[in-house]
Every structure is written in C-alpha cells, then in structure tokens.
Nanobody, 118 residues
Framework: QVQLVESGGGLVQPGGSLRLSCAAS????????MGWYRQAPGKQRELVAT???????NYQDSLKGRFTISRDNAQNTLYLQLNSLKPEDTAVYYC????????????WGQGTQVTVSS
C-alpha cells in the first residue's frame, strides 16, 4: 500500500520559487516511478514531470529549465522545485506513484495549491 501527502504549496509572486514535497509510505517507493501532475482552474490535468527508480527524469517541454524533480529514497520523499514562477503555473499540484506491477499511476495524493499572483 502507498500513501502520498503533499506539502509546500502557497502564494508566491511572479518570478518567485517554491519547493513542493511529497511524503510517501515506504512499501514500494524505492522501486516505483514517481511524478507530479497539476490541474489549473478550467483546464485539464497535465503531467509535469516524472522520475524513475533509477533517477531518470522527464519533463513537459514547456516547463523544462524552470522545474526540477528529485527524490530521496532514504527519506521516502519526492520533491518538485519550482523556479521563475508565472501566473499560468497556478494550479493544484498532485504527487503520483506508478504501481510497478501494473505500470499504472494508481496512487495519488490530495494535492497542494500553488498560487502565483502579484
């Protein structure tokens, strides 16, 4: 079983930075691909970034260079560093985990709100 709890969201001015954290249960964290989704008001949910158990990363092209995904397997924690934030980055950010047996993203956190506004 996997439980995911996000934190680190909040209100930030354009150009500012935030670091999101996701605390995960330890059952499959070290062998599971992890990722971040986000959903902005009135828009579809979109995949932001993923990181495999071998620390390979993948980013949405429009976000690469501003966002960085990382993981600390010893602490069972996933991170997303958000830099040079823009108002269009405003969204609820969700931590997700891929079930290594099914290959599907079956585990989701409750989300953390990021608001970018002056």
């Amino acid at each position: 079983q996997v439980q995911l709890v996000e934190s680190g969201g909040g209100l930030v001015q354009p150009g500012g930075s935030l670091r999101l954290s996701c605390a995960a249960s330890g059952s499959i964290f070290s062998i599971a691909t992890m990722g971040w989704y986000r959903q902005a008001p009135g828009k579809q949910r979109e995949l932001v970034a993923t990181i495999t158990s071998g620390f390979r990363t993948n980013y949405q092209d429009s976000l690469k260079g501003r966002f960085t995904i990382s993981r600390d397997n010893a602490q069972n924690t996933l991170y997303l560093q958000l830099n040079s934030l823009k108002p269009e980055d405003t969204a609820v950010y969700y931590c997700v985990a891929q079930d290594p047996l099914s290959g599907e993203y079956d585990y989701w956190g409750q989300g953390t709100q990021v608001t970018v506004s002056s």
